[in-house]
């Protein structure tokens, strides 16, 4: 079992987005990212804030049952891969599945930001951001891309990650969460409820 440990005395902080929308050996999907928050934090660091948990459509459209989303900030010693490490082991202890991108899952971690940090680079970050959404369903990047080259188009990210990061810069595009939730559409954002 993978543990967490602090590879160096300065702490940043990790903003990472929670859904799911099947029963996981957890629970139902509001127990599952409830437990998964628990798991995150007891392994990750210090200094959480956690956001409401939200019920929010199936993306894309029909994609299956509402999902249940949340967002935590947390800081960290470790860096990215190794928090990547440990989101993907407390999804595989979640008996999460990765057989149809984007479709239904018990836990899904996503590394959103390690605080300002671009990875691997800014070339790379940029095609992953700018690549076709057509082309987005079909392929996944072999490497960890940060910040998540989604975060600003998803609603069920900004919603709740404006709870715990409102005034986070994304350190490309130079707007905070609270201007890019603001910048989606306002049903999109409606759509995002509160549990």
């Given at each position: 079992?993978?543990?967490a440990?602090?590879?160096?005395?300065?702490?940043?902080?990790?903003?990472?987005?929670?859904g799911?929308?099947?029963?996981s050996p957890?629970?139902?999907p509001?127990?599952?990212?409830q437990?998964?928050i628990?798991?995150?934090?007891?392994?990750?660091?210090?200094d959480?804030?956690?956001?409401?948990?939200?019920?929010?459509p199936a993306f894309?459209v029909?994609?299956?049952?509402?999902?249940?989303?949340?967002a935590?900030?947390?800081?960290t010693?470790?860096p990215a891969?190794d928090?990547l490490?440990?989101?993907?082991?407390?999804?595989?202890?979640?008996?999460r599945?990765r057989t149809?991108?984007?479709?239904?899952?018990?836990?899904?971690l996503?590394?959103?930001a390690l605080?300002?940090?671009?990875?691997?680079?800014?070339?790379?970050y940029t095609h992953?951001r700018d690549?076709?959404p057509?082309?987005?369903a079909?392929?996944?990047?072999?490497q960890?891309?940060?910040p998540?080259?989604?975060v600003q188009d998803?609603s069920?990210?900004?919603?709740?990650?404006?709870?715990?990061?409102?005034?986070?810069?994304h350190?490309?595009?130079g707007?905070?969460?609270?201007q890019?939730?603001?910048?989606?559409?306002?049903?999109e954002?409606?759509?995002?409820?509160?549990?």
């Open positions: 079992m993978l543990q440990h602090t590879v160096h005395n300065s702490s940043i902080f990790a903003l990472i987005g929670l799911g929308n099947v029963t957890w629970g139902d509001t127990e599952t990212i437990k998964a628990s798991e995150v934090v007891a392994r990750l660091g210090t959480v804030v956690q956001s409401p948990l939200y019920r929010t894309p029909g994609a299956g049952p509402d999902f249940v989303n949340a935590i900030r947390v800081s010693g470790l891969h928090v490490a440990v989101l993907h082991q407390i999804e595989a202890e979640a008996a599945t149809l991108r984007w479709g239904q899952r018990t836990l899904d996503d590394l959103i605080g300002d940090q671009v990875c691997p680079d800014l070339p790379s992953w690549l076709a057509d082309l987005q079909q392929t996944a990047p072999d960890l891309i940060l998540h080259p989604r998803r069920f990210v900004l919603v709740p990650l404006a709870d715990v990061a409102p005034d986070w810069v350190p490309v595009l707007q905070s969460v609270v890019m939730r603001d910048a989606r559409p306002a049903d954002v409606r759509s995002v409820v509160a549990l």
